[in-house]
Every structure is written in C-alpha cells, then in structure tokens.
C-alpha cells in the first residue's frame, strides 16, 4: 500500500546549519506531495507541497523537489534557525484526498 | 488564509464517560474533513474521513461505535469519544480541506490533548 518513509530523528543542528531530513515514499498513482510542521503543543502547518514530478515546493528557506525516479521528496534548508526547531512530517495524497504522513521528524536547532 | 478551529484544547475526563471535541472551519466551506490521532513522538493515524450529511468512513481498525463523527454542517464536525478510558488518552487533530480538488492542501486544527484518568 501507500507510504512514507521520512529519516529518524532527531536530529539537533547547530544555528545556520544545512539541514536535509529525507523522505521516500511508495504509492500507485501520482501523488501529490507534502511537508507539514508542527511546533510544540500545536497542530500541523503546510509547509510546502509539490503536485507532480519535478516540482520544487519551497517556503521560509525550506525546499523539496519531487523526484519520481528515486520516489523521493527530501526537505532542505541552508541555515537553519532557532525558530526552526519542531517537528516535520512528509507526506503524500491517495485516492479521496486522504493524507498518508511519515512518522515525523524532530529537529532541535541549538544557539 | 483557511483557519481551522478545534475546541477543546485541553481535556481531562473520567475512564468511563464520553467527550465531544469540535472541529470547526472558520472562513470556508468544508465539505470533507478528517480525524487524525497522534501518539507521543509517533506519526498521525488518520481515524476516519468526515462528510457532510453522510456518514462518516473509518479507517480500518477503528471503532465506529466508539469514535462517533458528526459532520452535521459544511463548517463543523464532532468527534465523540465514548465510554473513554486511558489507552484513549492521546492528541487528536481534525483537518479540512480549503478547496474542492483532492490536491487542494488541508488545513489542520491545533489538536485536543485528551487525558483519561
């Protein structure tokens, strides 16, 4: 079935650090693809999506590109904040507009 | 942008009794939402998909008959917990979505901690 595959965290960076947390998916179809963040306490907030192969989503520095090759969909930033710590989770669309999610990904960003 | 209201925040109950959480959509027509269950530091386990006037469908594994949603109107879905007991306590989060294309992003609520004693 439909799934996502993101790297386990957590991962804690350095402020201005290059961040990549990688996510690979398995679907039937063309999904559309998704990064959602969630701060502490808080729900989740689209972060960027891309709906088809060769699609960069980008917003707030982050970026992903939909690679249908490698069914990959990796996130990245080139320096990293603080404000940036919380946890990010990938996913892809199925049939009837359900989201599939990765397990989530903890970043901590240390001053 | 598109808001998502969800009420309560924050919910301690007794093991036993029921709890109503409320999903609202509060500039925009939803036609379908969906409840999705959070687990400490795990993923979200979408519940069931919401819609209006009809039944909600669950997902496999979850129990109708103790998760009930209600999708009475385009801007507002209920989720009751029945008979609640601890293994219940977790972080639900209802989501909407904006737009009228299954592509179209969801917008998510802040959650409901919920807390079975």
């Known amino acids: 079935g439909d799934s996502v595959t993101q790297m386990e965290g957590p991962v804690t960076l350095s402020e201005e650090a290059f961040l990549t947390i990688n996510c690979t998916y398995t679907a039937t179809g063309y999904p559309s693809l998704f990064w959602y963040v969630q701060y502490p306490g808080e729900g989740l907030q689209l972060l960027l999506k891309?709906?088809?192969?060769?699609d960069k989503g980008s917003n707030k520095g982050f970026e992903a590109t939909y690679r249908k090759e490698t069914t990959s969909f990796h996130l990245e930033k080139g320096s990293v904040q603080v404000s940036d710590s919380a946890v990010y989770f990938c996913?892809?669309?199925?049939?009837?507009?359900?989201?599939?999610f990765g397990q989530g990904t903890e970043l901590s960003v240390k001053p | 942008g598109a808001v998502v209201s969800q009420h309560p925040s924050r919910v301690i109950c007794k093991s036993g009794t029921s709890v109503k959480i409320e999903c609202r959509s509060l500039d925009f027509q939803a036609t379908t939402m969906f409840w999705y269950r959070q687990f400490p530091k795990k993923s979200l386990m979408l519940m069931a998909t919401?819609?209006?006037?009809?039944?909600?469908?669950?997902e496999q594994g979850v129990e109708k008959d103790k998760f009930l949603i209600n999708h009475a109107s385009l801007t507002l879905s209920t989720l009751t917990v029945t008979s609640a007991h601890p293994e219940d306590s977790s972080f639900y989060i209802c989501?909407?979505?904006?737009?009228?294309?299954?592509?179209?992003?969801?917008?998510f609520g802040n959650g409901t901690r919920l807390t079975v004693t």
């Open positions: 891309a709906t088809k192969a060769d």
């Open positions: 919401s819609n209006e006037g009809s039944k909600a469908t669950y």
């Open positions: 996913a892809l669309s199925v049939v009837g507009g359900k989201l599939i």
């Open positions: 989501s909407a979505r904006a737009g009228g294309s299954q592509n179209s992003p969801l917008h």
